[in-house]
């Protein structure tokens, strides 16, 4: 059974008698005094966490997921296009389920994406991680191509977060997010944003801490990382 399958599930027995054996010893307890919401009305509640994520739906919802992606991985944006509607339609937007995403870095590449995400308030930050894999083959994945050795010895001469920007803008991401409204000088100062770096860095090195993290997307729920869902 593919893991929405299983979350699916989770979600629609909290609803009404609690959770399934094999996940009730993650449960959080719900909040009596949550209000209660309109179908679809929790789907405009975003907002930025402390640990560096953007979490979407009811912050009391009995189920709390809480994925890590990278925003060049295949699987992740398998999830997005394929689980993720699913889930926000019957279980987010209902306030069954509120849904983290943290943006974890698998290698150099997911970087400037991550860094733009960053850059946006955290309605717009969903957008653009839904952007981002929707349409992954024209936005993020051409600049993950090997470059030719005279461009990566021009670009070992930049320092580190410029090097971040000029990869990317080698690649064309410039080019994409100019489509967003995203100029080029604030595409630059996303991008070579010292900060936002070392963010990244603490989110990629708390998953690997705190919740074992062998590949993305690695989902939560309730604190409980579950097992086998690299391809979800």
Known sequence: MSFVHRLVGIAALAAVAGLPLWAATIAAPGNPGAPAAKPGDWLSVVVSTPQGGFRQGNPNAKVKLLEFGALTC??????????????????????KVSYEYRPFLL???????????????????????????????????????????DVQKRLATLAPERQITAFATNG??????????VTRAKFDECTSNKAGIAKLNEIRDDANKNYGLTGTPTFVINGKTVPDTSNW
């Open 74 to 95: 295949h699987y992740c944006s398998a999830f997005a296009k394929e689980g993720l509607p699913t889930l926000r339609a019957k279980y987010i937007a209902t306030g």
């Open 107 to 149: 290698n150099g590449v997911d970087f400037a994406p991550s860094l733009l995400v960053r850059c946006q308030t955290p309605a717009a930050a969903i957008k653009l991680i839904d952007a981002f894999y929707d349409q992954q083959a024209v936005g993020t994945l051409p600049f993950t191509k090997s470059l030719p050795d």
């Open 172 to 181: 064309g991401l410039d080019g994409f997010m100019r489509t967003r409204g």
